[in-house]
């Protein structure tokens, strides 16, 4: 029987990275281009038609010509009805290759046998990009196809400095670590690397909270539960249903300290982590505006949490002063997923957090002054989003016009017993220009027109041409891949990489300088729901000739002048100008 047990209290300055370290061989990855993911199954061997493309509609699903076919699992065939089925899994963009292009990990949940039911992990999915939308499944040849425990989400860092993005898949189990080993494949490190705690692990961000230019992890754990000590919930209707987690004690999150020499030690409680939350979506990301790193937790029938970094290097929690702990009407509410970004272009990170039926998806304003107003009502979002169970999210700009838009991947966590449907529509809100949105979910694409059990999903530029993709996947139905196809609009790309401070530059903000709006995007880790967007600044509708401000974590402010657009530019620390502005 698994133990769930919550976490309690228990380097040198890095090198500048070496860009250009190459691949030792990529051979096996260009091999068995047509190698089937090891979670799918005869039932899901092929993806269903969408509907034909309209000339208005922003997404096309092209998840049929990609490649990629790939089904979470969460043992529902079983019939235990466990709350454990109901958090689902997440998608991943990171280029872990290292040719330029986003490549797609996909979790694989788990299955659950037996009279005496007992958990097993599925295979996770790894796909290369080749390019002209076309994947190849890499799993065996990368060593990603480890079953490992039943998994939730995953989030890619370079953990290690060493230049090539390492990945983390949470579980109820063990997470396990796996590191980059430059030559195509990975080697899983998590018993030697310290990342050895059991529990019910789901959503997890990167971020270097002491400042020692080292990225530490923060992972949510959500409920005390085992099959063990199930209990029998029922519905309305008197019929057997999956449980709410106020039937079960909350888990305690862990904060994992990166020693730098490739090992971790859990400090949550040194570094001023809180008990409790049911957790389930974190950010890191800089949110207050004093260059240190802040993590927003999004917790599951009880308060939020909002981590603020200080000089000594601990965090503390003041998401009730700063007002996002619980709606407007002073009760918490079922947070999945959330975002962080500059919504209304007043220079500020706002927060956007999706809940459960019957309850708006909340949209707080940062007024600055670590205080928040929530804006549901004035953004035109209040009960758009009430009959339906929002999941996988994204505050971005799909349609280019600079401005962040809104993406809710939607679906039930009861099978039957909810008020509202299993399957639901995703919504999509275009931003108005005045602090409004506009649902134009109807002009989405195919994939908005149909009904779907979305959980996690992962934004990014799939086929670098400047808009934004995204991968969502779904409770025992394969992944979806969206290819954005609203009109193309000149774009910059920008790749931060610190060397004084962590080296995927979590935490930074990056300010346009040179025009005639003022831009600005934030460098952030753990963003949606269990999963890893593209990293990469990606900026529309600039002129030919760009100036930036980046401010470092923990470090200055550069300047990085007469940077072209259509192209992708790696700005590393310590390379701008005015390095000694303050």
């Known amino acids: 029987m698994l133990v769930v047990a919550g976490c309690s209290p228990s380097g040198p300055m890095p090198e500048s990275p070496k860009l250009d370290r190459p691949l030792r061989t990529i051979d096996s990855l260009r091999a068995n281009k047509n190698e089937r993911s090891p979670t799918a199954d005869s039932e899901n061997s092929s993806v269903k038609s969408s509907e034909p493309i309209r000339d208005d509609d922003w997404f096309e699903d092209v998840t049929n010509t990609s490649g990629i076919l790939s089904t979470y699992r969460n043992g529902q065939e079983a019939g235990h009805l466990f709350i454990l089925e109901s958090l689902g899994g997440g998608a991943g963009l990171f280029d872990f290759d290292r040719d330029g292009n986003l490549d797609v990990f996909l979790t694989g949940g788990g299955s659950i046998t037996g009279a005496k039911p007992e958990l097993q992990g599925l295979p996770s999915a790894l796909f290369r990009n080749a390019e002209g939308w076309q994947f190849s499944n890499v799993t065996s040849a990368a060593h990603v196809d480890r079953p490992g425990d039943y998994s939730h989400g995953c989030c890619a860092v370079d953990y290690d400095n060493d230049?090539?993005?390492?990945?983390?898949?949470?579980?109820?189990?063990?997470?396990?670590?796996?590191?980059?080993?430059?030559?195509?494949?990975?080697?899983?490190?998590?018993?030697?690397?310290?990342?050895?705690?059991?529990?019910?692990?789901?959503?997890?961000?990167?971020?270097?909270?002491?400042?020692?230019?080292?990225?530490?992890?923060?992972?949510?754990?959500?409920?005390?539960?085992?099959?063990?000590?199930?209990?029998?919930?029922?519905?309305?209707?008197?019929?057997?249903?999956?449980?709410?987690?106020?039937?079960?004690?909350?888990?305690?999150?862990?904060?994992?300290?990166?020693?730098?020499?490739?090992?971790?030690?859990?400090?949550?409680?040194?570094?001023?982590?809180?008990?409790?939350?049911?957790?389930?979506?974190?950010?890191?990301?800089?949110?207050?505006?004093?260059g240190l790193v802040d993590f927003y937790v999004a917790n599951d029938e009880s308060d939020n949490f909002l981590y603020l970094g200080n000089p000594d290097g601990k965090l503390s929690e003041t998401a009730q002063s700063a007002g996002v702990a619980v709606n407007q009407y002073g009760t918490h509410e079922g947070s999945m997923g959330l975002d962080a970004g500059d919504y209304d272009r007043d220079g500020r990170p706002d927060l956007w957090v999706t809940n459960f039926e019957h309850e708006d998806n909340a949209l707080y304003r940062n007024l600055g002054g670590q205080m928040y107003s929530q804006t549901t009502n004035q953004a035109g979002l209040a009960g758009r989003s009430r009959l339906h169970v929002g999941f996988g999210t994204a505050?971005?700009?799909?349609?280019?016009?600079?401005?962040?838009?809104?993406?809710?991947?939607?679906?039930?966590?009861?099978?039957?017993?909810?008020?509202?449907?299993?399957?639901?529509?995703?919504?999509?809100?275009?931003?108005?220009?005045?602090?409004?949105?506009?649902?134009?979910?109807?002009?989405?694409?195919?994939?908005?027109?149909?009904?779907h059990s979305g959980r996690g999903a992962a934004i990014g530029d799939l086929d670098n041409d400047g808009r934004l993709d995204f991968v969502v996947v779904h409770q025992n139905d394969p992944a979806a891949i969206l290819r954005n196809r609203t009109p193309a609009k000149s774009f910059i790309r920008l790749e931060l990489i610190g060397t004084q401070a962590n080296r995927d530059a979590i935490g930074a903000v990056v300010t346009t300088l040179n025009q005639s709006r003022r831009d600005v995007r934030f460098v952030k880790s753990g963003a949606g729901y269990f999963s890893q967007f593209d990293r990469r600044v990606v900026l529309s509708g600039v002129t030919a000739s760009v100036d930036f401000e980046v401010r470092w974590p923990a470090g200055r402010r550069e300047v990085f002048r007469q940077l072209s657009e259509g192209q992708t530019h790696v700005l590393v620390q310590g390379k701008g100008l005015d390095d000694a502005v303050p």
Not at 199 to 227: M, Q
Not at 258 to 279: I, S
Request: proline share 3%; net charge negative; charged share 25%.
């Open 163 to 290: 230049g090539f993005s390492d990945l983390l898949v949470t579980a109820y189990g063990r997470c396990r670590l796996f590191r980059n080993q430059g030559d195509g494949s990975f080697d899983e490190v998590s018993d030697a690397a310290g990342i050895d705690r059991v529990g019910w692990w789901t959503g997890a961000a990167w971020g270097d909270v002491d400042h020692d230019g080292f990225s530490d992890l923060l992972v949510t754990a959500y409920v005390e539960w085992s099959p063990a000590t199930d209990r029998p919930c029922r519905n309305s209707k008197n019929q057997r249903e999956v449980c709410s987690p106020n039937r079960y004690a909350p888990a305690n999150d862990c904060l994992y300290r990166n020693r730098g020499d490739g090992t971790f030690v859990e400090a949550g409680r040194e570094f001023g982590l809180v008990t409790g939350g049911n957790g389930l979506g974190v950010i890191a990301a800089e949110l207050n505006g004093d």
């Open 395 to 451: 505050m971005e700009d799909f349609n280019g016009d600079g401005w962040l838009d809104l993406l809710v991947i939607n679906g039930h966590v009861f099978y039957g017993g909810g008020q509202l449907p299993y399957r639901q529509h995703s919504q999509l809100f275009q931003n108005g220009k005045n602090g409004r949105f506009d649902d134009v979910s109807s002009v989405g694409g195919g994939y908005f027109r149909a009904d």
